[in-house]
């Protein structure tokens, strides 16, 4: 690139705000392209987000302070990217791909303003396998051939900003290689010619869609939390969304499904919430078994970091980030769970600067476009067909932190319209100490369970029925209700009890097989549907008390164990006693 | 020397504006008018106008007065020499004595890279069962008392802040009444903790947008002392007089209100600030306590609302007691498992049979018949508020975990308490 160039792109502060930076510029310039703001020796990176006449607004992704009217702008005429390839897994990202790990060896204990780091090692090498040959005719999001990233067997694609049909010209030999060695050469019909490296960039607004068509998300994704899989099934390509009053209990949740839903790849996107609570992540995922692999869970994650206190430009892009780095592994037939927490922290991102940039504010002061921002987000989920037939797929769960708990507010009510579940967590339940505080009557999923959906209706009569009953004993009291009445209470708390309530915090309890559920289910069903005989009321809550008390030591029993077992035989037969 | 400006083009609250060249954003100006010189900070720049907030107030300054850029923006000492010293949100000293201008480090630094963060481990023992059996304090939280006004809040804090062990202490107050910042000090004094704290104080009276200044000042320093591997515990009271302070600023710099009047930033902002509570890889730590007084006890009021989702928990107020609903240590399952293996199902049981109690409660007072298991919450009740609530209840943990099992087994049979069988074979009471 000549210096003539370099001057055409280049431009001068006139003005700071906060993050909003105004600049004017020589030529022309792209909207949402990168540009360099020069400070002596940093140069802090930001992002057009409007262009009036020959000024443009640039959020900045780093502080701003010292910058100077006069100060020098440099564009890059390119959209904000992402790196994909091979090492990605196990990275912990801030919300622009910085690799945080690595600027800690270099800048120690603070993220120093303007210090960038590339995303992916360009010195290690790679056992690249070729899979396709000479002659061959490919597509964008085809493979080449393969390296082995972990215990996974990852693609090495066409690049996916490729249009059109291209033909193999060459292929790389068997062996190692780097990211940035070229492993393939292509070439389209009318002659022009493509490299196909390791490593390729996308920018993130824009999904990837290199695959042949979009599926009906059918099957569940095991999350081995009971009230999820059992009521409120979440589908493997379906997206869901946790809203919740601080305090309810939304990260242990997500914590708890970042350990044991049952997807290939897990990626947790940090978004503008407490640095603490990544840390956990960051230091015990290294250490915590996958029990379906037998490495490490930090071997199927990738972690975007982007908390409260960084900068609120990038907590934007780091959803962004994190949907890429998903659909950039959904295109190798994996399937892929992509926890944000919180989508509200990133809508308030949106705020403060729609704010600054001083447009007409919607409701709460959120911009207007906020509910088309929400469902593009979401709508980048899926289970997808391959170009090959195999299939691949996303599925996104958003927490959602609404002001004052009130879900009728305009970032909850947008992700309602287009999620496939809702699990809305209860301050009542929480303060209760009911968890996970779902709420069991409010929540929804438009997905299917892993029980028969008859049995799911008799046992959510019995909640509905549990709760009316409740109420109404709040005003007759408990004299004036039917003893039969108030069995059927008895025996939605013992539902709730036993099988909605799951201590994350214990190594069994903290996570229930398929298995296990199904025929835990059929146990407690048989309970809700048995006719007790009871004399009393304070018969029939203390049987109850007693019933529940078999069932919690039988849910802290490891599954087919001899206690495990014995206490089954028990449960069996304190049922029969009332028979 | 640098450039003086003579000409101020606007006074609007206590915002200026001149007509100046290369002046960064965020610095630095000192303005002398009639009424003396105060620090002003560069909040805006467009073209040739920079906007300034002026940290004593517009009151006097007039068009003509002087502008001095200082070419850097607020910084603050972080010298040992500190230690023992009250100084106002500016940084000027409030004793009498000199002004310490040696290891100047800037205010508002950069957020600490999550990589050289470490899990919180220590628990911090403050002798209150309500915090340390039902919602453990530890060290590196940030944690507000969620209050109303007329609550013992600043007592309190001051009893935890004695009772911890830390080695610094750096009070941070913001719109205090003079009495309170005066109760503070002696408090510090008559336990011989004040040579080992640093006060950065702004009273009721004192100019507003030094309120703003306080938390960062203060955290500056904590954060310097930190990585000079002590444990720093930061005291911040009131944490809502600071939102406030903020909102009347936003307000008269003509920005759009997002909620109740609070700049959509509020979040960030309060974040920006609770964030720097840390544990550092092989480093200090800095423990934040605060007070968020609640308008109108409305937790959802944008100040509590905010805050809650950004510290690790909050203990609440009310009554004079600390409250078992609603308060909250996110942290408390980072240390109570190596406590005493009792030490959850104690937390978890008792509160879950409180809040029968309560729902019990509620039944009686409308007049209905007490069942037999209804008198019992009742009598649990009333034990558990007078010896576990009471804040004048001071025992160790071992203590309170021994009472609470006594308390259970005086009201219950074992199966009624829901507790795993092999835990009851242990502990209950014989």
């Known amino acids: ?579 | 020397m640098r450039k003086v400006y003579h000409r101020i083009l606007q006074i609007a609250g206590n915002v200026i504006t001149v007509e100046a060249d290369n002046v960064g954003y965020n610095d630095l100006a000192e303005v002398t008018s009639s009424r003396g010189t105060s620090l002003a900070q560069v909040i805006r720049l467009q073209d040739a106008i920079v906007s300034l907030q002026v940290f004593a107030g517009s009151r006097g300054v007039s068009t003509g007065d002087e502008v001095r850029f200082l070419g850097h923006p607020m910084r603050v000492s972080s010298s040992p020499n500190l230690l023992g010293r009250v100084f106002t949100g500016s940084g000027e000293p409030r004793d009498g004595r000199p002004s310490i201008v040696d290891d100047l480090v800037e205010i508002a630094g950069p957020s600490v890279n999550p990589s050289k963060r470490i899990i919180p481990r220590n628990m911090i023992r403050t002798g209150i069962p309500m915090i340390d059996v039902f919602n453990s304090l530890v060290e590196s939280q940030k944690l507000p008392i969620f209050s109303v006004a007329g609550e013992p809040y600043n007592q309190l804090l001051a009893r935890i802040a004695m009772q911890a062990e830390v080695d610094i202490i750096i009070f941070g107050g913001m719109g205090l009444k003079y009495d309170d910042y005066l109760f503070f000090k002696n408090t510090l004094d008559e336990q011989g903790a004040l040579s080992r704290s640093v006060m950065f104080v702004h009273t009721a009276s004192d100019p507003v947008v030094e309120c703003l200044l306080v938390p960062d000042m203060a955290l500056a320093v904590a954060e310097a002392y930190a990585l000079d591997d002590k444990r720093v515990l930061v005291l911040l009271t009131d944490m809502s007089n600071f939102a406030d302070a903020m909102k009347e600023i936003a307000i008269t710099m003509e920005q759009i209100p997002s909620n109740r009047g609070y700049p959509g930033d509020l979040y960030s902002k309060l974040a920006a600030r609770y964030e720097k509570a840390v544990d550092f890889d092989s480093a200090g730590s800095i423990t934040i306590l605060a007070v968020t007084t609640m308008p109108g006890d409305d937790v959802t009021h944008p100040i509590p609302d905010n805050t809650g989702y950004i510290t690790e928990g909050q203990f609440y107020l009310r009554n004079g007691r600390i409250e078992p609903f609603g308060s909250l240590s996110r942290l408390k399952q980072q240390v109570n498992d190596k406590t005493r293996e009792d030490h959850r199902i104690i937390m978890d049981t008792m509160i879950r049979l409180y809040a029968d109690f309560k729902e019990t409660l509620e039944k009686q007072s409308m007049g209905f018949q007490m069942s037999s298991w209804d008198d019992k919450l009742l009598a649990y009740g009333k034990k558990f508020e007078a010896q576990m609530m009471d804040l004048s209840v001071n025992i160790p943990l071992e203590e309170a975990l021994d009472a609470g099992w006594k308390i259970l087994a005086e009201c219950f049979d074992r199966t009624e308490t829901g507790i795993k069988t092999d835990l009851l074979d242990k502990f209950w009471p014989k």
């Not at chain 1, 499904?257 to 947790?268: C, F, K, P, R, T």
């Not at chain 1, 994350?504 to 296990?516: L, M, P, Q, V």
Request: charged share 25%.
């Open chain 1, 1 to 579: 690139m000549g210096d003539d160039m370099l001057d055409n792109n280049a431009g001068r502060i006139v003005g700071v705000n906060g993050n909003i930076i105004t600049a004017e510029f020589d030529t022309h310039v792209t909207q949402n392209e990168v540009a360099y703001i020069v400070v002596g020796e940093e140069r802090l990176k930001g992002e057009v987000i409007r262009v009036r006449g020959k000024r443009v607004d640039i959020q900045t992704f780093e502080d701003t302070v010292g910058l100077k009217v006069g100060d020098k702008i440099e564009f890059t005429d390119e959209l904000l990217s992402v790196e994909l390839g091979p090492g990605l897994l196990t990275m912990v990202y801030d919300g622009l791909q910085n690799p945080l790990n690595e600027l800690a060896e270099k800048s120690g204990f603070f993220l120093k303003r303007g210090f960038y780091l590339p995303a992916l090692n360009y010195e290690r090498k790679w056992e690249f396998t070729p899979s396709a040959a000479k002659g061959d005719s490919l597509k964008a999001g085809d493979a080449v051939g393969c390296v082995p990233e972990g215990i996974f067997t990852h693609r090495i694609m066409v690049p996916f900003s490729l249009k059109g049909s291209w033909k193999v010209v060459e292929v790389a030999a068997a062996g190692e290689y780097k990211i940035d060695d070229i492993v393939a050469k292509i070439a389209d019909e009318k002659g022009g010619t493509a490299d196909v490296k390791m490593v390729q960039t996308w920018p993130v607004k824009i999904p990837i869609t290199a695959y042949k068509e979009k599926l009906l998300p059918e099957d569940q994704l095991i999350t081995q939390q009971r009230i999820i899989d059992t009521f409120f099934p979440v589908a493997t390509g379906g997206t869901f969304c946790v809203p919740g009053p601080f305090g309810a209990g939304k990260t242990v949740l997500q914590h708890a499904l970042s350990q044991h839903a049952e997807a290939d790849i897990v990626i947790i996107a940090a978004c503008g919430e407490r640095a603490g609570e990544v840390v956990e992540i960051l230091r015990e995922f290294p250490h915590l078994p996958d029990p379906r692999t037998g490495k490490t869970l930090m071997d199927r994650s990738i972690i975007i970091c982007n908390t409260s206190s960084m900068p609120v430009a990038a907590r934007e892009a780091s959803v962004y980030t994190a949907v890429t780095l998903a659909e950039y592994y959904r295109q190798m037939g994996l399937n892929c769970l992509l926890l944000a927490d919180s989508t509200s922290r990133w809508a308030q991102a949106l705020r403060e600067m729609s704010g600054r940039l001083e447009e007409i504010p919607g409701e709460e002061a959120f911009p207007a476009y906020l509910e088309s921002l929400i469902a593009g987000f979401y709508e980048r989920a899926g289970l997808v067909k391959l170009n090959d037939g195999t299939t691949g797929s996303v599925t996104i769960g958003g927490t959602v932190s609404p002001a004052g708990g009130n879900f009728e507010e305009p970032v909850t009510q947008g992700t309602l319209k287009v999620v496939g579940a809702f699990h809305g967590l209860s301050r009542d339940r929480s303060n209760a100490r009911r968890f996970p505080a779902i709420h069991p009557l409010d929540s929804w999923s438009h997905y299917r369970s892993i029980v028969e959906p008859e049995k799911i209706g008799v046992a959510r009569q019995l909640l509905i029925r549990g709760n009316e009953i409740n109420q109404m004993m709040k005003v007759v009291g408990e004299e004036g209700t039917h003893t039969d009445d108030y069995m059927i209470y008895q025996k939605s708390e013992f539902l709730d009890y036993v099988y909605l309530q799951q201590n994350t915090f214990d190594d069994i309890d903290g996570a229930t097989s398929k298995e296990r559920q199904i025929r835990m289910f059929d146990k407690v069903l048989a309970v809700l549907e048995s006719k007790f005989k009871v004399e009393s009321k304070d018969d029939a809550r203390k049987y109850m008390q007693e019933l529940r008390q078999m069932f919690i030591d039988w849910n802290y029993s490891k599954m087919d164990s001899d206690e495990f077992n014995a206490l089954e035989k028990k449960i069996d037969a304190k049922i029969a006693e009332k028979l």
